[in-house]
């Protein structure tokens, strides 16, 4: 996990441990954690530090709150954590990682609404969620990473922009940067309207997706 998360006694407060890969790096030296908690000022960056070739750096935050958080590599390199909470797209056409810190449940009651309202909520995401590995070029690798991006149905892949698709990759590895995604949310809009001919005619020109 790139994120750990150490709750205080009362839940109030968290410690929570960001950790990024070297390769992520891309050779870079200097690795700054910035996002909602420090204004995403470089001048107040939290530096990370290398350990076991990792780099990391520990971070205590209140909870009941969504944070949105970045790395900045030599001053000039954005790049995300590998499995965040999950991703929202920016107004510079990348993705933020998401921190997801839930606020202490302080009514008893409330948990036992919350137990017998689960079974509801997960039959709910099972009959939304569609088969990505339908769309060529998308594994199920892949498709498990844009099921963490919260693309989970072919009508949100449909209408997710091939450069934020791109960055979504990109955070997840090198491995992972080489797909071209080009393709994909149109492939997924055929899929979603249930146009299965027309999809399969669209993937029988293309090759490994492109």
């Given at each position: 996990?790139?994120?750990?998360?150490?709750?205080?006694?009362?839940?109030?407060?968290?410690?929570?441990?960001?950790?990024?890969?070297?390769?992520?790096?891309?050779?870079?030296?200097?690795?700054?954690?910035?996002?909602?908690?420090?204004?995403?000022?470089?001048?107040?960056?939290?530096?990370?530090?290398?350990?076991?070739?990792?780099?990391?750096?520990?971070?205590?935050?209140?909870?009941?709150?969504?944070?949105?958080?970045?790395?900045?590599?030599?001053?000039?390199?954005?790049?995300?954590?590998?499995?965040?909470?999950?991703?929202?797209?920016?107004?510079?056409?990348?993705?933020?990682?998401?921190?997801?810190?839930?606020?202490?449940?302080?009514?008893?009651?409330?948990?036992?609404?919350?137990?017998?309202?689960?079974?509801?909520?997960?039959?709910?995401?099972?009959?939304?969620?569609?088969?990505?590995?339908?769309?060529?070029?998308?594994?199920?690798?892949?498709?498990?990473?844009?099921?963490?991006?919260?693309?989970?149905?072919?009508?949100?892949?449909?209408?997710?922009?091939?450069?934020?698709?791109?960055?979504?990759?990109?955070?997840?590895?090198?491995?992972?940067?080489?797909?071209?995604?080009?393709?994909?949310?149109?492939?997924?809009?055929?899929?979603?309207?249930?146009?299965?001919?027309?999809?399969?005619?669209?993937?029988?020109?293309?090759?490994?997706g492109v």
């Open positions: 996990m790139s994120v750990t998360k150490k709750f205080s006694k009362d839940k109030t407060k968290c410690n929570v441990t960001f950790t990024l890969p070297k390769e992520l790096i891309q050779g870079g030296n200097n690795v700054l954690l910035l996002g909602e908690f420090n204004n995403w000022n470089p001048a107040e960056g939290i530096a990370l530090v290398v350990k076991k070739g990792e780099y990391k750096t520990v971070l205590k935050l209140e909870t009941g709150k969504r944070y949105e958080y970045r790395y900045l590599v030599d001053g000039h390199l954005w790049t995300n954590d590998v499995t965040p909470d999950g991703f929202v797209s920016n107004p510079f056409g990348t993705v933020n990682s998401v921190l997801e810190l839930p606020a202490p449940e302080t009514k008893p009651m409330a948990k036992k609404t919350v137990k017998k309202l689960l079974p509801t909520k997960k039959t709910a995401a099972k009959s939304t969620q569609d088969k990505l590995t339908k769309i060529e070029g998308i594994g199920p690798k892949i498709a498990s990473i844009l099921n963490d991006a919260e693309i989970i149905s072919f009508a949100d892949l449909g209408a997710t922009k091939v450069s934020v698709l791109r960055n979504i990759l990109a955070a997840a590895g090198n491995r992972y940067k080489m797909h071209n995604p080009s393709t994909w949310s149109k492939q997924a809009k055929l899929a979603a309207k249930g146009n299965w001919d027309k999809l399969k005619e669209l993937q029988n020109k293309l090759n490994g």
